[in-house]
C-alpha cells in the first residue's frame, strides 16, 4: 500500500541524503579527493529522486488516510471542526481555501471529519501528531527544495554540484532525513491511537501480562501514575494479578488497586470491594 512504499522511499532518502552529507564535509576539507567526490555523488543519486517522488507518494498515502483513517487525518492537519471545502494550515499561519479537501479528496467541496466530532476516548493525542506531521512536511519541503537546487547546479556546471555553499547546504542536510523517519512514524504510531486495530481493539486491550515482564509492566505503571491515568493502571494491576503466580503477590496487587480508589479516585464502593478482595 502507499504507506509501504512512502517508507521505503523514505528510507533511501534518508540514507542518501546521510551518506551525501558526510561526504560533502569530507570535500569542503579535501575538495579534490576522488574517494570522496564519487561517495557523494552516489549520495546525491540516491537522495534527488527520493526527495522529488516522495510528494507524490505522500499525497497517495493521505487520500488514503483520509478515506480508511479520517480520525488520524484530522489530528495530523489540526482540524477540529467537521465542514465541507477544509481549508489547509500550514505551520497555523497560512491557511489555503478548500484545500485540504482538495488534498485529501481531490474534491474541493468533499466533508473532512473533524475531531469534535469524535469521542475523547477515541481521539489521538491531536498536538503530538500535527506537530510532527508539521515537523515531516517542513523536512521533506527542504529536501525536495535541495534536490531541485543539484539538479539546477548539475545542469549549469555540466557536472556534480560542487559548490561550497550547495555543499554546506547538504551537510545541512543530513540529520533531516532521519528526523523526517522519526517524525512520520510518530505521526503513524501515536496517530492511530487508542487502537491498535482500527475500530476494532484499543492498545490498552492488546496488552500482554507476564510475570517474567515486571520490569515493563514497573515502567507503564510508573507511566499511567505520572499522567494521572488511574482507570488504566487499575486495569493493568487487576490483569496482573490474574496471572500472578504467588497468593501474596496477587494480594499485594488488589491492594495496590483498592488504594487507588480510595486515595485518588475517592471511590469508597470499589474501594471496599477491593479491600474485600484483599481479604
Not at 473532512?112 to 481521539?123: E, H, I, S, T
Not at 487499575?234 to 496471572?243: N, P, R, T
Not at 495496590?256 to 478482595?277: G, P, T, W
Amino acid at each position: 500500500g502507499p504507506q509501504c512504499v512512502h517508507m521505503v522511499l523514505a528510507a533511501f532518502l534518508s540514507v542518501g541524503i546521510a551518506v551525501a552529507a558526510i561526504h560533502a564535509w569530507m570535500l569542503l576539507r579535501r575538495p579534490g579527493s576522488r574517494f570522496h567526490r564519487a561517495a557523494y555523488v552516489i549520495g546525491l543519486w540516491v537522495a534527488i529522486p527520493t526527495a522529488l517522488a516522495q510528494p507524490l507518494i505522500g499525497d497517495w498515502a493521505a487520500r488514503s488516510v483520509a478515506r480508511r483513517q479520517p480520525v488520524k487525518l484530522a489530528a495530523m492537519e489540526g482540524h477540529w471542526e467537521t465542514m465541507r471545502g477544509a481549508p489547509l494550515r500550514i505551520g497555523g499561519l497560512i491557511e489555503i481555501p478548500k484545500a485540504l479537501s482538495l488534498v485529501a479528496y481531490h474534491d474541493a467541496d468533499a466533508e473532512v471529519l473533524g475531531l469534535n466530532d469524535v469521542p475523547a476516548a477515541d481521539r489521538p493525542p491531536a498536538a503530538i501528531v500535527h506537530v510532527s506531521f508539521q515537523i515531516m512536511l517542513a523536512v521533506g519541503m527542504a529536501l525536495m527544495a535541495a534536490a531541485l537546487a543539484g539538479i539546477v547546479l548539475a545542469w549549469r556546471d555540466r557536472g556534480p554540484p560542487l559548490r561550497r555553499w550547495y555543499l554546506k547546504a547538504i551537510v545541512a542536510c543530513g540529520p533531516l532525513g532521519l528526523l523526517a523517519l522519526e517524525a512520520g512514524w510518530t505521526v503513524t504510531e501515536v496517530g492511530r491511537q487508542p487502537w491498535i486495530v482500527y475500530n476494532v481493539m484499543r492498545t490498552s486491550q492488546a496488552l500482554t501480562l507476564m510475570p517474567t515482564y515486571l520490569p515493563a509492566l514497573k515502567a507503564l505503571g510508573s507511566i499511567y501514575a505520572r499522567a494521572g491515568r488511574w482507570m488504566d493502571l487499575i486495569a493493568m494491576h487487576a490483569e496482573e494479578a490474574d496471572v500472578a503466580r504467588r497468593q501474596e503477590q496477587r494480594a499485594h496487587l488488589r491492594f495496590m488497586v483498592a488504594q487507588i480508589f480510595d486515595e485518588k479516585l475517592n471511590d469508597r464502593e470499589q474501594a471496599k470491594a477491593s479491600y474485600r478482595a484483599v481479604l
